[in-house]
C-alpha cells in the first residue's frame, strides 16, 4: 500500500498518530482526501453519446455531479422515453409516472422502468431560465434493482429546446 493511500486511510479513520505515516498538516490532510476516488464508483466509465434534438423539440440532458464530464440521462419532452448510462450498455427507460411541479414540458418528480426490471426514480430542482432552456441546479437519480439494492446519483443538467 502506498504511503498516500495509508495515509488517507489513516485520516479517514481519526488514526493520523499511527507511527507508520508521517504526521500530515491540515492542507495536506485534505489534498489528499480530495483526490481520492471513492472505491465503488456507479458512475459508468463512457456516458452517452451525442443526442439529436429536432426542431421545435426539447429535452433534458443530465450530467453526473460527482464526475461532470460523464453525460448519463437523456430525455426527449412528452416522449415518456428516456435513455440512462450505468456499466456499459445504456439502459432504455420508459417513464411510469411523473409528479411534482412543472418546468417547461417536464416534472420535478419522475420514475421509469427499465426492461429487466429497475426502477429508476428522477427528481429535479430546477434553477436559472436561459434562453432555450432551463438549469437543472441539483438533481438525484435513484435506481433500484430487483435484488433492493439502490443507487444513488447526485446530477446536474439542463432543459434545452431547438427553437423553430
Do not use: H
Amino acid at each position: 500500500m502506498n504511503k498516500t493511500l495509508a495515509a488517507s486511510i489513516a485520516i479517514a479513520f481519526g488514526l493520523a498518530g499511527c507511527s507508520s505515516t508521517p504526521e500530515l498538516s491540515p492542507a495536506e490532510q485534505r489534498a489528499i482526501l480530495l483526490s481520492q476516488k471513492p472505491a465503488i464508483d456507479s458512475v459508468p466509465s463512457s456516458g452517452l453519446g451525442p443526442q439529436t434534438v429536432a426542431v421545435g423539440e426539447c429535452a433534458l440532458f443530465l450530467w453526473s455531479k460527482t464526475d461532470t464530464t460523464k453525460f448519463i440521462f437523456f430525455s426527449k419532452a412528452l416522449s415518456g422515453v428516456a435513455t440512462f448510462a450505468q456499466g456499459e450498455e445504456p439502459l432504455t427507460l420508459t417513464q411510469t409516472s411523473a409528479g411534482g411541479d412543472i418546468f417547461g414540458q417536464f416534472n420535478t418528480r419522475t420514475q421509469y422502468l427499465a426492461l429487466d426490471g429497475r426502477e429508476l426514480n428522477l427528481s429535479l430542482e430546477p434553477g436559472e431560465v436561459m434562453i432555450d432552456g432551463q438549469r437543472i441546479e441539483d438533481g438525484l437519480i435513484r435506481l433500484n434493482d430487483a435484488e433492493g439494492w439502490q443507487t444513488v446519483l447526485p446530477v446536474v443538467g439542463v432543459r434545452a429546446c431547438q427553437p423553430e
